[in-house]
């Protein structure tokens, strides 16, 4: 009985049935659908980028979408405004005020003799009229969606006073039928490419704090199995291959080490490991089954699941082993445990009557907010800033990944025509 537990929570990340009709090799654009938000939204008018024409709407479009898919601003049309809007001195600029706008983005996109685009911006308050920031972006064309992420991610942090995410990336596998691929996509799910491509299970990515690096568990030797791959080189090397099941990589906050899950001396339980595969040490020795593992932002301490009071439940243990604690008490089913970048709370999966939510608990108080219920949801991972979480969950019958606010007000699905996702990590 035990050992079908361990394998219930071991795969539970990877537990829904999936079926796909398109070819291993598609990759399709994903379509997102936002709803709520904050109460008080800031409206931001997004000016077309004067000299860009049609060639280059795709950083106007990019910017403006990543803005409001945070659920914290709303976008203010300008868009019938021609010529562009791209000066302050220009009389119109008073139209996006008029309109409600409180902040304008204005840019420019200029073709260089070299081949290259620059593209410079400004953000300005709308009232003052005055210059909140501005930069300039020297790149390839094929650079210019990472270019437009740049730029939200400036006015974000302008606006709201924390860092965006919108130049991060999101890990997750996709299963197409007999295929797995592990995939990292931008946080709104294009410019996807492929890491690892296989025709056995690929489970639990897990990114380095530097971004460099990616861990996860491939069944390809016909047994879980923990690699570690440069996103760099390509290269690839082998962490933890021994008896039994290794599993549920976590790095440390300085990524020397990760937290595996083995079961080579009988019973899952929690090792540390160099991130070279060498120095292998037991945290955990308790006689249920512990797993799981997610490393604190300042490393002093681990979460894990573990079955040890009868349920499975997350507990909080040091980092170098020790006496656990049991933390999440609501209920018979707690699992999934994932830090928030500040160390203050943490996301996990809860079950209440036969569904599973992403829930938050705060680590002072102890209280609990649940945050989506979608009935199906699992692998909840948090953005560096703290303000999303993206998790797998099911729509129509297909596994697809989604992105909640922290405080739960804001809900986003990003939906992939090209197969069935799960098991996302945000990328630190």
């Known amino acids: 009985m035990n050992q079908k537990l361990a394998m219930c929570i071991l795969k539970m990340r990877w537990a829904f049935v999936l079926f796909l009709l398109l070819p291993f090799w598609a990759q399709a654009a994903m379509t997102i659908d936002i709803t709520g938000g904050a109460q008080s939204k800031i409206p931001v008018a997004v000016a077309p980028f004067a000299g860009a024409g049609a060639t280059y709407q795709l950083i106007t479009d990019v910017v403006g979408a990543d803005l409001l898919r945070s659920g914290e601003l709303s976008l ?8 562009p809007l791209s000066d302050p001195a220009d009389p119109r600029f008073s ?9 304008v983005v204005l840019g420019t996109v200029t073709p260089l003799a070299s ?4 593209v410079s911006f400004r953000l300005m308050d709308a009232v003052k009229q005055t210059q909140l920031a501005g ?5 390839d064309a094929s650079e210019l969606r990472a270019v437009a992420h740049k730029i939200a991610d400036v006015v974000y942090e302008k606006l709201i006073g924390v860092p965006g995410i919108f130049s991060s990336h999101i890990a ?7 295929h797995y691929s592990l ?13 690892l491509k296989s025709i056995e299970p690929i489970i639990s990515p897990a990114w380095s704090s530097d971004g460099r ?18 996103l760099t080189t390509g290269k690839r090397h082998i962490v933890a291959n021994f008896k039994g099941s290794n599993s549920a990589p976590s790095w440390s906050p300085d990524g020397s080490k990760l937290a595996v899950v083995l079961t080579r001396d009988s019973g899952s339980q929690i090792y540390e490991i160099n991130a070279d595969g060498s120095g292998l040490k037991r945290l955990t ?10 490393w604190s932002p300042d490393g002093q301490s681990l979460l894990f699941t573990s079955d040890r009071g009868g349920s499975p439940q997350i507990y909080q243990m040091p980092a170098g082993g020790g006496r656990a604690k049991r933390l999440t008490f609501e209920g018979d089913y707690n699992v999934s445990p994932a830090w928030s970048p500040d160390g203050k709370s943490f996301a996990f999966v809860q079950r209440n009557a036969g569904h599973f939510h992403i829930a938050v608990m705060d680590l002072a108080t102890g209280q609990v907010q649940v945050l989506t219920h979608g009935g199906s949801d699992e692998s909840p991972s948090f953005a560096s800033n703290g303000k999303m979480i993206v998790y797998a969950t099911r729509m129509n019958g297909r596994g697809v990944l989604a992105l909640v606010s922290s405080d739960g007000k804001t809900q986003v699905h990003l939906s992939d025509v090209a197969g069935n996702l799960r098991e996302p990590a945000w990328g630190r």
């Open 172 to 178: 997750y596998v996709i299963e197409q039928g007999k």
């Open 115 to 118: 081949g290259q685009i620059q």
């Open 285 to 294: 020795f308790d006689g249920g089954i512990d797993t799981e593992p997610d």
């Open 95 to 103: 139209v996006a005020r008029q309109r409600g706008a409180e902040a």
């Open 213 to 230: 690096q990616i861990a996860y568990v491939s069944f390809e030797k016909n047994k879980p199995i923990v690699y570690v791959q440069s």
């Open 76 to 83: 203010v049309d300008v868009s019938d405004l021609n010529p």
């Open 135 to 139: 930069y300039s972006y020297t790149a």
């Open 183 to 195: 995939q990292i996509a931008d946080a709104d799910g294009q410019n996807v490419h492929s890491v």
